[in-house]
């Protein structure tokens, strides 16, 4: 018998995969955006999908985003579940009036009457040389916006989990897609796709001893990294993948700082008024006692996202996170 | 021909299979608004809608007082009339099927009550117990929507899905003048064309955006005009008109639910009140103005039509304002009772799914909360117990 190696799907392909698991399961489920048909988009996610679903279910859109998601949101009244395409994190921002006056509110407002479940995939973050525009990391305006889920994953199990949760879920989520790691593979096998851990829990990536890495998305796999260096100085680093920011899990996070006594934030978007504050203080209020230092974060700078060929000074790397971890061990050198 | 030597507009030099996709001319609307009452057209009208027009705008302008006297004595926060504009209102909800869906404007209250909400029920953004009091399913009307022109995508999304289904449903979407300058104003269009859903829109062009008359707000010859860059037809309309409304209205759905696509029909009408209770109209608009619109009255101009034709007498109008005032009665009644308010409410209908977070939060307030009644049972029973003492001394 011999035995076929399974070859490894791309974090692309892996959503690609649930957006078409999707669909085959579900008849209400839509898919619409810029260039999503025949094109396959232009990270090539939806690729395939317009041939076999046709275009009345795979909508090349006008270009609009507000007139995007606005239709959207007619269609989920008459009961579709559309996934909506954003074709880039800052050209989402004309569609924010509806994400935020109608998408995230009209469950509320309609006192359950009028659910909209809908996705919105947005392709966020830096690291790929985009230039302006193409590089943000929007997911603080989405946390601050009661009423949707904000998830991003950072495995390729984890792209085709998640996305397939986002898309069966009853509430509006804002699905944000790493775009540095859609081409990253990883050992998910593309021929028994399954859900993984559901929307709102967070998983131990590595665990360790030394302090805590809290982290999603894009830098999870830097946080990795950035734990086996520590080795070298003698750190073991525990690193906390969040996977979902809304709903957060306060309880893994939790248990891990309380484990290690200390902790640090790590993300892309910039700091001030960034997800790493929620988070550091939600960390300090639950674990204070347990704290052997305060709380740090690692994040981009507080500027627009930096033309290219300056991002990767921008982009919080290993030695700014190990900087951190050593600033943590103030307490035992002391 | 170079594009140099191209007379008139100008236009980019096709490749040579290019071919012009339609010839605007059927689309451009009609220079002068089109009417019914008053002109040989209003004979083709059935009586009875006539009359039922008649009865909903009555009853449409006595809504309308009465609501703006519940914001005087407070019962109603704010309450944008649309006296003056009550053709526009019944017409759009006379003229829709009940499997058709309305996607009113804020100011749209008459509408959805003429479509057959309870009008406590469609009151309820405006008085804050609930940002939306009905089932938006059970009468087909979204909610009420107060950010200008966001409500267009919605109707025409929902447009679409409807025909995906294969199902035979039009939406009629409202909006006022002032939002056709939204960008969603022309996303919507510009994707209903494209789709060619099944979807009209009723700008009620009611001369003001707040303070800010048409002038300031577009350039275009007309609203209706706009419809012509979508390859859709402009309707213009008087709005006064009840019955060229619901006539023109009625058109574009039938063009609609034929598969034929969407419509922009562009009602000409007048605000004679201010924008809402708490704007100051003297500020930006002349007495007489108003009062030349009076003499277009939608109320006098329907029941000139109807004693003319012997269809309404003294005795019919007088059941009409019975049941007009009735309706104002039980409207009064009902809102001068405090609604019921559960603040428990806040957290129920946030997530199908609520986060950690919520359950968190939903927990201290149900503590604030019994904490708070424990405090008015104590004090109740202090003040049984020392019913003697003067008030003041119970703490
Ligand atoms: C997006 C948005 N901007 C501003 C406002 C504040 N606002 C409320 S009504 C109004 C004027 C609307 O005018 P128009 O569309 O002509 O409707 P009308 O009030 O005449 O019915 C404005 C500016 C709003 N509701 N929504």
């Known amino acids: 018998m011999t035995t076929v190696a399974v070859k490894p799907a791309t974090m692309a392909q892996a959503l690609g995969r649930a957006l078409r698991d999707a669909m085959t399961d579900d008849p209400t489920v839509h898919v619409m955006g810029e260039d999503v048909g025949a094109l396959g988009g232009v990270f090539r996610v939806t690729d395939g999908l317009a041939k076999e679903f046709g275009e009345d279910r795979v909508t090349d859109t006008p270009l609009a985003e507000a007139g995007i998601l606005g239709t959207a949101v007619g269609m989920a009244m008459y009961g579709l579940r559309p996934v909506v395409e954003m074709q880039f994190d800052a050209f989402a921002y004309p569609a924010f009036e509806q994400l935020i006056s109608h998408v995230a509110k009209m469950r509320n407002r309609t006192r359950g009457a009028m659910p909209l479940p809908l996705t919105v995939r947005v392709p966020y973050g830096g690291g790929i040389g985009g230039v302006e525009h193409h590089s943000d990391s929007s997911e603080a305006y989405y946390m601050a916006t009661p009423g949707l889920h904000v998830v991003t994953p950072a495995t390729v199990a984890d792209a085709y989990g998640l996305l397939r949760e986002a898309i069966a879920s009853d509430d509006p989520v804002v699905f944000l897609e790493p775009k540095r790691l859609y081409w990253s593979k990883d050992a998910w096998n593309p021929d028994e796709p399954r859900a993984v851990e559901p929307i709102g829990r967070a998983v131990v990536r590595r665990p360790g001893r030394s302090a805590t890495l809290i982290t999603y998305g894009p830098s999870v796999p830097v946080c990795l990294e950035a734990a086996d260096a520590a080795r070298a100085e003698g750190w073991d680093l525990e690193v906390v993948d969040l996977r979902s920011l809304v709903p957060f899990d306060d309880e893994t996070v939790a248990a891990s700082v309380r484990r290690t006594g200390r902790a640090v934030v790590v993300h892309e978007s910039g700091g001030y008024g960034g997800p790493g504050g929620e988070i550091a203080a939600r960390v300090t209020e639950r674990c204070f006692h347990h704290l052997e230092a305060p709380v740090l974060r690692v994040a981009g700078f507080d500027i627009p996202y930096p033309p290219p060929m300056l991002e990767r000074h921008h982009l919080p790397g290993v030695d700014r996170i190990l900087d951190a971890v050593a600033r943590l061990q103030w307490e035992a050198q002391s | ?395």
Not at chain 2, 143 to 165: D, S
């Open chain 2, 1 to 395: 021909m170079t594009v140099m030597e191209q007379r008139g507009a100008y236009r980019p030099t096709p490749p040579p299979a290019w071919q012009p996709r339609t010839d605007p001319a059927p689309l451009l609307p009609d220079a002068l608004p089109h009417r019914v009452l008053g002109t040989r057209a209003a004979d083709r009208v059935d009586p009875d809608l006539l009359r039922r027009l008649y009865a909903e705008l009555v009853k449409g302008r006595r809504y309308n007082a009465q609501a703006t006297a519940l914001t005087k004595q407070g019962r109603l926060a704010v309450y944008p009339s649309s006296t003056g504009q009550e053709a526009c209102e019944v017409a759009a909800a006379l003229v829709l099927e009940e499997r058709d869906w309305l996607f009113p404007s804020y100011r749209d209250t008459l509408a959805a009550v003429a479509r057959g909400l309870d009008p406590v029920q469609a009151l309820t953004l405006l008085r804050g117990d609930r940002h939306t009091g009905y089932d938006p399913h059970e009468h087909r009307v979204a909610p009420l929507c107060t950010p200008l022109a966001t409500q267009l995508p919605h109707a025409v999304g929902l447009a679409h899905a409807a025909r995906l289904k294969g199902d035979d449903v039009v939406a009629l979407a409202l909006v006022g003048d002032g939002g056709t300058s939204e960008g969603d104003f022309h996303e919507a269009l510009n994707f209903a064309a494209v789709w060619q859903a099944p979807v009209v829109f009723l700008v009620q062009n009611n001369g003001f955006a707040i303070s800010v008359p048409l002038a300031k707000q577009t350039a275009a010859p007309s609203l209706a005009h706009k419809a012509v860059g979508y390859g859709m037809p402009g309707r213009l309309v008087d709005g006064n008109d009840a019955a060229a409304v619901h006539e023109v209205l009625g058109e574009a759905i039938a063009h609609a639910r034929a598969g034929l696509g969407p419509t922009l029909v562009e009602a000409v009408t007048y605000r004679m009140e201010a924008h809402t209770n708490a704007d100051d109209d003297k500020r930006y608009r002349e007495d007489a103005e108003v009062e030349a619109w009076r003499a277009h009255d939608p109320i006098a101009l329907m029941e000139h039509e109807l004693t003319e034709r012997g269809l309404l007498d003294e005795d019919g109008m007088r059941a009409v304002r019975e049941d007009a005032e009735a309706m104002a009665a039980d409207l009064r009644e009902r809102m001068n009772q405090d609604p019921a308010l559960d603040p428990m409410d806040l957290f129920a209908h946030v997530y199908a799914r609520p986060t950690p977070q919520l359950r968190e939060q939903e927990a201290q307030l149900r503590a604030e909360l019994d904490a708070e009644a424990r405090h008015h049972d104590d004090e109740d029973a202090h003040a049984d117990a020392h019913s003697h003492e003067p008030e003041g001394n119970t703490r």
